[in-house]
C-alpha cells in the first residue's frame, strides 16, 4: 500500500520566519501536487510537480521535487500570517491519487 | 463559471438511511472522483470516474456506489449509512486522471450519521 507522509504534522512559526514542509512517498511517481486548505473550506492546488528536479514557486512559497529520493519540500520563506492554514501533498501512482495526512502552519504574529 | 458544485453543504442522516451527494461540474472535466477528509487522515479516494459510462473503486469504496451517465454529473450514494460514514465529503473534478492543472475540488459536503 502506498504511504504519504508529511512532516511535520503541525508547524507553528513566527512571522518572518523560513520553514520546510516535507512530503515522502513510498512508490515510483513523477507527479505530486501541492493543496492548501483553510479551516472549513475546499482544497485550493497551490503546485503542480511533474518530473525530477522540477521546481516551482510562488510569492513566499517554493516546492520541489525529486523523484529519486520519493521526496518533495514546500518551503516557506518570510512567513505571514496568511500563510496559516493546512497544506497537503498528492501522489499521482497512475491508477490513483493518494493524498498525505497534512500539515496544519500556524503564522505567530 | 461555476466550477464544481457539491450539494447539499451539510446533512445529518440516522443510521440505516440512504441518501445520494450531489456533484456537478461545467468545465467539460472527464475524470470526477470523490473523496471522504477525517481528521488525521488526509484525504482518502472512494470512487473515481475517466468518463461518463466507466466508474471504479478507490482506496475505500465499501458503503457506496457511484454512476457517471452524463460528462457532468457525478452523483456518489449511501447504500445505508453508518456512523463510520460521518466525514466530509468532496467531489474533485479535472481534464483527465491528475493531468497538468490537478484536481479542482467542490466545496464539500459535510455528513452527520447518527
Known amino acids: 500500500e502506498l504511504k504519504v507522509e508529511q512532516n511535520p504534522l503541525f508547524l507553528s512559526m513566527q512571522e518572518g520566519k523560513n520553514y520546510t514542509i516535507y512530503c515522502n512517498y513510498s512508490t515510483t511517481s513523477d507527479r505530486l501536487y501541492w493543496y492548501r486548505q483553510d479551516p472549513g473550506k475546499s482544497l485550493e492546488s497551490l503546485f503542480v510537480?511533474?518530473?525530477?528536479?522540477a521546481v516551482k514557486q510562488e510569492g513566499r512559497l517554493m516546492a520541489s521535487l525529486d523523484t529519486k529520493a520519493r521526496l518533495s519540500t514546500l518551503h516557506i520563506t518570510a512567513a505571514v500570517h496568511d500563510l496559516s492554514a493546512t497544506y497537503f501533498c498528492a501522489v499521482d501512482t497512475g491508477n490513483q491519487f493518494y493524498f498525505g495526512t497534512g500539515t496544519s502552519l500556524t503564522v505567530i504574529p | 463559471n461555476a466550477g464544481v458544485t457539491q450539494t447539499p453543504k451539510f446533512q445529518v442522516l440516522k443510521t440505516g438511511q440512504s441518501m445520494t451527494l450531489q456533484c456537478a461540474q461545467d468545465m467539460n472535466h472527464e475524470y470526477m472522483s470523490w473523496y471522504r477528509q477525517d481528521p488525521g487522515m488526509g484525504l482518502r479516494l472512494i470512487h473515481y470516474?475517466?468518463?461518463?459510462?466507466?466508474?471504479d473503486q478507490g482506496e475505500v469504496p465499501n458503503g457506496y456506489n457511484v454512476s457517471r451517465s452524463t460528462t457532468e454529473d457525478f452523483p456518489l450514494r449511501l447504500l445505508s449509512a453508518a456512523p463510520s460514514q460521518t466525514s466530509v465529503y468532496f467531489c474533485a473534478s479535472s481534464y483527465h486522471r491528475g493531468g497538468d492543472y490537478g484536481y479542482t475540488f467542490g466545496s464539500g459536503t459535510r455528513l452527520t450519521v447518527v
Open positions: 510537480l511533474l518530473s525530477n528536479g
Open positions: 470516474s475517466v468518463g461518463a459510462g466507466i466508474t
